[in-house]
């Protein structure tokens, strides 16, 4: 075989790799993505439990990377600690090794059953979950067999003194094999592919023990890379989890580069091959990692702290706090944080309702004019919000993610709209009674008020449905629609009965008091159709209200 056509196989076999590691992180994130995604959050209560957390997603999603991107959202809410995010990236070190330790035995009898089996999984399963498990196994059954290739490919290196001697002169040099192999990992987005294709090199002769040992700690450190470029940019405390993870891996590797030869030496006494020398020392090296740097953690988010304090708060209310760019990668964490953006425009509109509320009986018109530039706040929120949801469409969503994507997108509209109504026309009406000197008949305050206070409540509601799936509050919203229907019917008899009094007075007030009840139903009306999605899931709303 000619070494064009040695190199162009090895593309083809490290691209099929990286296709099976993307396509089981890509079936677990389906499958698993929320469960996995609470998980780590539960997880990062206590450091032993943040680094058994960052151990089992990692483990699950092949992928330390897509660890980090979800732990960073966590810390740059200031939702958890750093001490604890610094330790799940301890243990999601780890859990790389417990991947390539599995797939490091000869196990080439499996590859074929785990692409059978996950093909007809996938084609016959009739629900999301048993199909993305499908995808799992075939992507499984792809990494195997590209194992497989890569050491059928490198395998007659050894035997050509041309390749030997080019080998050879490239890999003397200890420094030189980490840069080359963080770059790799690097550019490849994986450790994982990249511990095991130096486990093909080892394997196949083609490199010594020692240069193995100083790839796979290159890969380490090309691995802490993909996070900390992905954090800037933006708030730097983004960086700080990032950060600390990389700087544990660049004193990790400066302390074992001096002592290669003599840990390559230990490990050929031993017996095993080349290949496993790698497999096992990437293990260790994470192992002795994590024992060294946990007594150390708080110190050192101490220190990340100082170095990377908070940025100041922007002067900007309007301005999106939790559409992180770098979690779009991750789509359960990108759903979560345009759900945390979603509620600061609830909050808006609750402002809004309650300020209207205040301006029907006291005549400031400061106040007024406050609350309509509320309105600006609320598009610019909606307007980011479905940029960042059409960005995560864009990522490969299981239909449970896809759903959720829709709720979101759903709410938000729903608000805008609310927002729109309270500043284009009840704004407008709080305006003409305040320059009409207007004021309305006990009753009939009493009735806008109540209106008013069960929209606040009705907000509540909706937010319990939209953020935990309440099917009891999704009912009684739909219910309290007719207590609205009633309020508006008792404004029409009063403006009718303002119209016979022949009272001008009477009949600008009555008028007006229509006029709002009106618009509060139609935000009643917004409100309560983000009960209608989960309703229709659980078969309590029928599609129409007509009768058969």
């Not at 301890?90 to 330790?101: E, F, K, M």
């Not at 908070?310 to 999106?320: C, E, I, Q, W």
């Not at 939209?466 to 229907?485: P, T």
Request: aromatic share 4%; hydrophobic share 50%; charged share 20%.
């Amino acid at each position: 075989m000619s070494m064009t056509h040695a190199l162009v196989d090895l593309l083809g076999e490290v691209a099929l790799l990286l296709w099976g590691i993307h396509m089981v992180h890509d079936g677990v994130l389906r499958a698993f993505g929320s469960d996995l995604r609470r998980l780590l959050e539960v997880g990062l209560a206590d450091r032993p439990r943040a680094f058994l957390a960052g151990l089992g997603v990692t483990a699950a999603l092949q992928s330390s990377t897509a660890t980090a991107l979800m732990t960073t959202s966590f810390t740059a809410s200031a939702s958890v600690g750093l001490v604890p995010a610094l330790a799940v990236m301890l243990g999601a070190n780890v859990g790389t090794t417990l991947i390539v330790q599995v797939l490091s035995f000869d196990i080439t009898l499996v590859f074929p059953v785990l692409i059978f089996a996950g093909f007809l999984t996938y084609r016959r399963a009739r629900r999301a979950r048993p199909r993305e498990l499908g995808r799992v196994s075939m992507g499984l059954g792809l990494m195997l067999l590209s194992l497989h290739l890569l050491l059928g490919t490198v395998a007659p290196v050894e035997g050509s003194a041309v390749a030997r001697d080019f080998l050879r002169a490239i890999t003397q040099d200890a420094v030189l094999n980490l840069v080359l192999a963080a770059l790799l990992t690097w550019a490849a987005h994986s450790s994982v592919a990249a511990i095991l294709f130096v486990m093909s090199l080892a394997g196949a002769g083609v490199v010594t023990t020692e240069a193995a040992l100083a790839m796979v700690l290159g890969a380490n450190l090309g691995s802490a890379v993909n996070p900390v470029v992905a954090a800037l940019g933006g708030d730097p405390v983004r960086l700080r989890m990032p950060l600390g993870n990389l700087l544990n891996r660049l004193i990790g590797c400066a302390l074992m580069l001096p002592l290669l030869g003599p840990i390559a030496g230990l490990f050929e006494m031993t017996g095993a091959g080349a290949a496993r020398h790698a497999v096992d020392f990437h293990t260790a090296f994470n192992l002795a990692a994590a024992l060294v740097a946990m007594p150390l953690l708080s110190p050192a988010a101490r220190a990340l702290e100082w170095l990377l304090p908070r940025r100041a708060a922007s002067a900007d209310p309007a301005a999106p706090v939790y559409l992180d760019p770098a979690a779009l990668a991750t789509p359960s964490v990108a759903l979560a944080n345009a759900e945390r953006e979603v509620l600061r425009m609830a909050d808006v509109v609750e402002t809004m309702l309650r300020g209207s509320l205040d301006l029907l009986r006291t005549d400031d018109r400061d106040r007024l004019a406050e609350l309509r530039r509320l309105d600006d706040r609320l598009d610019r929120l909606h307007g980011e919000i479905q940029r960042y949801l059409a960005a995560a469409s864009r990522a490969t969503l299981s239909e449970t993610e896809t759903r959720r994507l829709s709720e979101i997108l759903a709410f938000a509209i729903n608000l805008e709209h609310i927002g729109d109504i309270v500043d284009k026309s009840v704004m407008e009406l709080l305006a003409k009674r305040m320059r009409l000197h207007l004021s309305l008949p006990p009753d009939s305050l009493a009735d806008a008020e109540d209106m008013h206070l069960r929209l606040v409540d009705h907000l509540h509601l909706a937010i319990a449905v939209f953020m935990l799936g309440d099917s009891a509050a999704a009912r009684r919203l739909v219910e309290e629609k007719e207590r609205f229907r009633e309020l508006e019917g008792r404004a029409r008899q009063r403006h009718f009965d303002g119209m016979r009094s022949g009272s001008p007075g009477v009949e600008e007030a009555s008028s007006l008091h229509l006029d709002l009840a009106r618009d509060l139903k139609r935000i009643e009306a917004h409100i309560a159709a983000t009960a209608h999605p989960l309703l229709e899931r659980v078969g309590a709303l029928r599609s129409t209200r007509l009768a058969s």
